[in-house]
């Protein structure tokens, strides 16, 4: 069976797949880009990278109309807990599980991390999601750094990574990033949010096609891409 991502604005995607919907960061009110509103979607399960408000956004509220259970490290599992969240799944960096729908792994993500309360939010991080044998690296919110040529060895089918510069990598180290994880299909996300992530995805698409055999793929909000059946 196909995977089917589809691209809610900012660095919110759902992906369904493995008999499963899942969300990652649904930062969903308060964003002028999102394809979606919160009382739209229905996963099964949501992922969150980091505290960050435009992460976070309103995975809280989504999981207790839904009964979804979050997968997100030990500080941002308990603190969703304590606002009424019934399901959760923590996890910390390096390590993954594997759920009914396929494996979950979080993966380095250099960032920061506050939650609402201004308490902790533990260590940002990258997802790194099997699905029907297929390999999807969510860089979430990150600068470069060299051991995405290691995530890059067990064969990504699709990167999705931050172009907007000033929070995250910029085009360039984007480009460079491609180079070290050799995926198949690369979707830039994390721009035009904000006057200060304005950036050119169609100028970041040639580079990446002329210079990394990628194919990359600029979504629109509320567009999808679906990634060929696995062989």
Request: glycine share 12%; hydrophobic share 40%.
């Amino acid at each position: 069976m196909s995977v089917k991502l589809t691209y809610y604005g900012h660095a919110c995607f759902a992906i369904e797949g493995g008999g499963a919907v899942l969300i990652i960061d649904p930062f969903l009110s308060g964003n002028p880009m999102a394809a979606v509103q919160a009382a739209d979607v229905n996963p099964d399960y949501i992922l969150i990278s980091h505290g960050h408000g435009d992460h976070l956004g309103d995975a809280i509220p989504i999981a207790k109309r839904t009964g979804a259970t979050i997968i997100s490290n030990f500080e941002i599992a308990t603190y969703c807990q304590q606002q009424g969240v019934e399901s959760v799944h923590p996890l910390h960096i390096g390590g993954g599980f594997n759920f009914p729908f396929g494996r979950v792994q979080l993966t380095i993500a250099h960032h920061g991390s506050a939650l609402p309360d201004g308490s902790y939010g533990g260590n940002p991080a990258g997802f790194l999601l099997t699905i029907e044998g297929q390999t999807i690296y969510h860089a979430c919110d990150t600068g470069l750094f060299y051991d995405m040529k290691l995530i890059g060895e067990k064969g990504v089918a699709v990167a999705i990574l931050p172009i907007g510069d000033n929070f995250t990598m910029g085009p360039d180290d984007a480009l460079r990033a491609v180079q070290l994880i050799e995926p198949q299909v690369v979707i830039p996300i994390h721009y035009d949010t904000f006057d200060v992530i304005r950036q050119d995805p169609q100028t970041f698409a040639q580079r990446v096609e002329q210079k990394t055999s990628a194919q990359c793929i600029i979504l629109k909000p509320g567009e999808s891409y679906e990634l060929p059946a696995s062989s």
